[in-house]
């Protein structure tokens, strides 16, 4: 007995790629594949999860793409041996493009194709429902507290410029050098609040200039800023697709975004740069039919910032775009804050992926 087979036409056999094209409307990942694992079509979500271009796709054997590619194998083959109709798995997906460290937990799902011996091969993220659930939880989330810092800064900078006008006025009146020590704490500490609420401000406060903005342009300027800081024992590696077009948007946010990434990559390779051994790699690529919180995009860029240090602080992984949280002395952690605003503001995203060793942030900006 079959359920759900999917109507493929006798004379498409051998099957005509182009006749899966609907498929790549599909936010899931489907691929047609052959009994021995040889790949027929991927749809273009397939491509995005797995970081390749679809020639590439098409020419790897599908099983490989799993961590356990046995039992895979095992079920494609029940299911073209007509065992059962349909099967399902829990699986690990790799993910070769190089830029995912860990693999993806997926549900696998194999359904035999009228009239031909090839199988459909349909892969739902198992954390996908979840993830987006957590992530319009975080946009909410991240509004509140940005309207709350907003008006605890305005709050903050109103008497802060009086406090450091008396401390300066006192510091006129009072003769003592032992005094003016206190009048002194007293103004610099007005001023490094003063510092750190202005930055609290900044993203409310910077005019928007929109232009046309080349992604490239900003990687360049981001890598040219952190080598002058890092000169030595660091390579900031480009991997661009230079067929990315340009898009709208605000060039001095985006570089500021991006910059403040890399900054953090760069402060945390320390011990590799002394080592000599410290790598960023700085990543563009084209990602089709992405889901960026509730509204689906045909085109996006995704930029990635990656590097091999120590991995983001296991204690802060799920706060570190929360504003004043940070894993580093002396860090004020807003960094990132401003990043995601940034990237917000362009209507896009920013995850973050690390285990140590590779850490990976990624910018996801609609494209038009
Ligand atoms: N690439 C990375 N590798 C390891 N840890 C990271 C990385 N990026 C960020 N972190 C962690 O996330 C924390 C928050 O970063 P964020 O940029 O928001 O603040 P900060 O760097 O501490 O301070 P600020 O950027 O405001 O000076 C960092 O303190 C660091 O612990
Ligand atoms: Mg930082």
Redesign the pocket.
Known sequence: MKSNPLRVAPELRPPNPSAFAAFDHLATMVAVVSTDGACVFANASFENVLGLSRRSVQRSPMFGWFVDPQRVRDTVAAVSRNDFSTGRLEAQLRRPGGSHPEPLLVHVIVNQMEASSNVVIELVEIEQQTRQDREERALDQAQVTKELIRNLAHEIKNPLGGIRGAAQLLEMEVESRALHEYTQVIISEADRLQALVDRLLAPHRKPHVVSDVNIHEVCERVRALIMAEFPRGLTVERDYDTSIPEFRGDREQLIQAVL?IAH??A??LGERIAEGDARITVRTRIARQVTLGKHRYRLALELHIE?N?????ES?RDR?FYPL????DG???????LAQTFVQQHLGTVECE?VPGQ?LFKIVIPLP
Not at 332 to 337: A, C, E, N, Y
């Open positions: 403040n953090n990559a402060q945390a590097d240090g120590p991995g983001v602080p802060i570190i949280v940070s894993g580093r860090g004020s952690g807003l960094g990132l804050t690390s850490t």
